[in-house]
T-cell receptor, first 113, second 113 residues
Framework: KQEVTQIPAALSVPEGENLVLNCSFT??????LQWFRQDPGKGLTSLLL?????REQTSGRLNASLDKSSGRSTLYIAASQPGDSATYLC????????????FGQGTRLTINP | GAGVSQTPSNKVTEKGKYVELRCDPI?????LYWYRQSLGQGPEFLIY????????DSGLPNDRFFAVRPEGSVSTLKIQRTERGDSAVYLC???????????FGPGTRLTVT
């Protein structure tokens, strides 16, 4: 059974810092991995999608990497801003039965002005 | 264009009552997913539709939960004899096909008193 873990559960940093969020998964046979952002009381917004054949994806100040063999992904946020405060979730899609996403519990990020 | 919409946004019901939660997917999306998110946790898969049929309902917790998608568009998640443990945010997502990125709605917050 695929399990996804995110560390840390919560993170608070001053504005302007670069930071890394971690995601690990137990079964390396994944189809893709997705990072989401969730604001309080809101749904999920997709940030980056990495296919299993890719090593990283970039969008603006965000960079996500994938190391399938070690079961890890990281989300790098450059020059953090207060507007980046949210919960960040990673989710993996299995190779077989690739329909459902298996989520981690999320990292609650607070950027202090 | 319009995203995934869910109604109601909030639902409070008494233990033992029946509830229906509605999801309107993005127009043209053939795949539809339901997830449940408990406080402080990541979403957990409930059921997946491809067209009108439930292709995977392995995440439904018990037979009190049922979902339909009669015309391959709107879906309704039905919960019978609600229990306090059913309290959560119910998220719906849709995608153009079963291996594409999923787009999430804002969710329905269900509270069972």
């Amino acid at each position: 059974k695929q399990e996804v873990t995110q560390i840390p559960a919560a993170l608070s940093v001053p504005e302007g810092e670069n930071l890394v969020l971690n995601c690990s998964f137990t079964d390396s046979a994944i189809y893709n991995l997705q990072w989401f952002r969730q604001d309080p009381g809101k749904g999920l917004t997709s940030l980056l999608l990495i296919q299993s054949s890719q090593r990283e994806q970039t969008s603006g100040r965000l960079n996500a990497s994938l190391d399938k063999s070690s079961g890890r992904s990281t989300l790098y946020i450059a020059a953090s801003q207060p507007g980046d405060s949210a919960t960040y979730l990673c989710a993996v899609r299995r190779v077989q039965g690739a329909q459902k996403l298996v989520f981690g519990q999320g990292t609650r990020l607070t950027i202090n002005p | 264009g319009a995203g995934v919409s869910q109604t109601p946004s909030n639902k409070v019901t008494e233990k033992g009552k029946y509830v229906e939660l509605r999801c309107d997917p993005i127009s043209g999306h053939t795949a539809l997913y339901w997830y449940r998110q408990s406080l402080g946790q990541g979403p957990e898969f409930l059921i997946y539709f491809q067209g009108t049929g439930a292709a995977d309902d392995s995440g439904l917790p018990n037979d009190r939960f049922f979902a339909v998608r009669p015309e391959g568009s709107v879906s309704t998640l039905k919960i019978q004899r609600t229990e306090r443990g059913d309290s959560a945010v119910y998220l719906c997502a849709s995608s153009p096909g079963n291996e594409y990125e999923q787009y999430f709605g804002p969710g329905t917050r269900l509270t069972v008193t």
